[in-house]
């Protein structure tokens, strides 16, 4: 804690972001002799890995959210600040947010990265990506309004375009994604229409590269693809998607064009830095890499500014084995401790060797019983694997009430197959691209009416 009897100002960290990078750094500095100041746009911490749940129903976004102050309540030596930071100062050692000036001795970045759509940014109006909880929940309208216009379109081309759901990327979201679109139109929503038979509905997965989960063993990625055949999914290896415009997706499979006709487009194939790392790079003179992440030092300083860091997805961080560090939540994490066990040493006149990430493993679920998990020394999948997903996603949940509510949630999904959060929220009409008439829809059955 910090001696309120040391005449000396106490050291003056600044955390930009509060994802995992810079909720560990702030967790890992509360005992700290030294003052932090959390800034982020957003007042909650948001546990991403869970979004493809809220974007299909299984969860709401409370349930994968926590308050800033809530979390960081016993810190008493942290206070939150709710706004954006527009600009730094590196010679006065102060972030401008909105008309405040925070000054720091030390500064923290984490502000982690957004959906690229590889330069064609017009493509977000048709294809929504999912890192935020507004791209969860339009992802959720989209995908449950196409059944429900389905339910009323009478011509059978255009039932089945919006019967048709296209993800792009065979990454961890995708796959997810996939798999519980799938179980979705297969199992939740099978009895719940009249004029369409939801399991019928088409479920493509696109991926450039020649498996899915390409960070993954080839033999699980070649599990996750059995698993996701099996409940329907069309996987689709070595296809790059050309173009997608007016309810059209134009993939290119080798010297074949191909065109399919589909209302509901999500994208899950890319992601770039946040708008920080350009502001770092003009203030600090750092350098940066093709998906505009700051490259770091072997610390995670920024070279010439030694008590500036940047950690979690805005960071390149290449100096373990030659190639950067994915941007999955253990990295950030480790990276937000590291720095924060950094600064302390400093403080006592000591320092550090250079960050070491801990790959602990990766995994992805895939359905019912279905999850491949790679740990290194030993790969599961099946039941076994999807019960250790299981597990590890409530572990790291921030908050024991969100523990407490997603396991239930999960449990009661588990033996009903039923998912409590199908809400159409957001615009009240259907765009004209899904439904010609603009129907009006306002309700979806829902189990949990006032949790989102």
Same mark, same amino acid.
């Given at each position: 804690?910090?001696?309120?009897?040391?005449?000396?100002?106490?050291?003056?960290?600044?955390?930009?972001?509060?994802?995992?990078?810079?909720?560990?750094?702030?967790?890992?500095?509360?005992?700290?002799?030294?003052?932090?100041?959390?800034?982020?746009?957003?007042?909650?911490?948001?546990?991403?890995?869970?979004?493809?749940?809220?974007?299909?129903?299984?969860?709401?976004?409370?349930?994968?959210?926590?308050?800033?102050?809530?979390?960081?309540?016993?810190?008493?030596?942290?206070?939150?600040?709710?706004?954006?930071?527009?600009?730094?100062?590196?010679?006065?050692?102060?972030?401008?947010?909105?008309?405040?000036?925070?000054?720091?001795?030390?500064?923290?970045?984490?502000?982690?990265?957004?959906?690229?759509?590889?330069?064609?940014?017009?493509?977000?109006?048709?294809?929504?990506?999912?890192?935020?909880?507004?791209?969860?929940?339009?992802?959720?309208?989209?995908?449950?309004?196409?059944?429900?216009?389905?339910?009323?379109?009478?011509?059978?081309?255009?039932?089945?375009?919006?019967?048709?759901?296209?993800?792009?990327?065979?990454?961890?979201? /995708? &796959?997810?994604?996939?798999?519980?679109?799938?179980? #979705?139109?297969? %199992? *939740?929503?099978? $009895?719940?229409? =009249?004029?369409?038979?939801?399991?019928?509905?088409?479920?493509?997965?696109?991926?450039?590269?020649?498996?899915?989960?390409?960070?993954?063993?080839?033999?699980?990625?070649?599990?996750?693809?059995?698993?996701?055949?099996?409940?329907?999914?069309?996987?689709?290896?070595?296809?790059?998607?050309?173009?997608?415009?007016?309810?059209?997706?134009?993939?290119?499979?080798?010297?074949?064009?191909?065109?399919?006709?589909?209302?509901?487009?999500?994208?899950?194939? /890319? &992601?770039?830095?946040?708008?920080?790392?350009?502001? #770092?790079?003009? %203030? *600090?003179?750092? $350098?940066?890499? =093709?998906?505009?992440?700051?490259?770091?030092?072997?610390?995670?300083?920024?070279?010439?500014?030694?008590?500036?860091?940047?950690?979690?997805?805005?960071?390149?961080?290449?100096?373990?084995?030659?190639?950067?560090?994915?941007?999955?939540?253990?990295?950030?994490?480790?990276?937000?401790?590291?720095?924060?066990?950094?600064?302390?040493?400093?403080?006592?006149?000591?320092?550090?060797?250079?960050?070491?990430?801990?790959?602990?493993?990766?995994?992805?679920?895939?359905?019912?019983?279905?999850?491949?998990?790679?740990?290194?020394?030993? %790969?599961?999948?099946?039941?076994?694997?999807?019960?250790?997903?299981?597990?590890?996603?409530?572990?790291?949940?921030?908050?024991?009430?969100?523990?407490?509510?997603?396991?239930?949630?999960?449990?009661?999904?588990?033996?009903?197959?039923?998912?409590?959060?199908?809400?159409?929220?957001?615009?009240?009409?259907?765009?004209?691209?899904?439904?010609?008439?603009?129907?009006?829809?306002?309700?979806?059955?829902?189990?949990?009416?006032?949790?989102?």
């Amino acid at each position: 804690m910090v001696d309120l009897h040391d005449n000396k100002p106490p050291h003056q960290v600044v955390i930009v972001g509060g994802g995992f990078g810079g909720l560990y750094a702030a967790k890992a500095l509360a005992k700290a002799n030294v003052h932090v100041t959390v800034i982020d746009k957003r007042n909650f911490h948001l546990f991403q890995p869970l979004l493809y749940q809220v974007a299909t129903g299984a969860l709401s976004p409370a349930d994968i959210s926590s308050p800033l102050r809530s979390v960081l309540s016993k810190s008493k030596n942290t206070k939150v600040v709710l706004g954006e930071v527009s600009d730094i100062d590196t010679a006065e050692q102060k972030v401008m947010v909105g008309d405040e000036n925070v000054p720091y001795d030390t500064l923290i970045v984490a502000t982690g990265a957004k959906h690229s759509y590889f330069g064609k940014d017009n493509w977000e109006e048709f294809a929504p990506g999912l890192k935020t909880v507004e791209d969860a929940l339009e992802m959720r309208r989209r995908i449950f309004m196409a059944f429900e216009a389905a339910e009323k379109e009478t011509n059978p081309a255009k039932r089945q375009a919006l019967l048709t759901f296209v993800v792009v990327g065979g990454g961890p979201t /995708g &796959v997810e994604l996939a798999g519980a679109i799938a179980e #979705l139109a297969s %199992k *939740t929503l099978k $009895e719940d229409f =009249r004029n369409i038979d939801t399991s019928e509905a088409q479920v493509l997965l696109l991926e450039g590269m020649d498996r899915v989960l390409p960070p993954f063993a080839p033999e699980l990625s070649q599990e996750a693809q059995a698993s996701l055949e099996a409940l329907g999914v069309k996987v689709q290896t070595k296809t790059l998607v050309t173009n997608i415009e007016n309810d059209i997706v134009t993939m290119k499979q080798g010297d074949e064009i191909k065109t399919l006709a589909s209302k509901t487009v999500l994208w899950a194939a /890319g &992601v770039k830095a946040s708008a920080m790392g350009k502001v #770092l790079v003009e %203030k *600090t003179g750092a $350098e940066c890499d =093709r998906a505009g992440r700051v490259i770091v030092e072997p610390d995670l300083s920024i070279q010439g500014h030694s008590n500036i860091f940047v950690v979690g997805d805005l960071a390149h961080f290449a100096h373990q084995n030659g190639k950067p560090l994915p941007g999955v939540a253990p990295v950030a994490m480790q990276e937000g401790e590291y720095v924060a066990k950094l600064v302390k040493k400093r403080l006592q006149g000591e320092t550090l060797p250079q960050f070491n990430y801990v790959d602990r493993g990766s995994l992805a679920i895939v359905g019912h019983h279905a999850a491949v998990v790679d740990l290194g020394f030993i %790969k599961l999948k099946g039941f076994l694997a999807w019960f250790f997903w299981l597990f590890i996603h409530i572990y790291f949940l921030i908050e024991f009430d969100n523990k407490l509510v997603v396991l239930i949630q999960w449990v009661w999904s588990y033996f009903t197959r039923n998912r409590g959060a199908r809400l159409i929220t957001g615009k009240d009409t259907l765009q004209s691209a899904q439904v010609e008439n603009k129907a009006h829809y306002q309700t979806v059955s829902t189990r949990r009416p006032l949790n989102v």
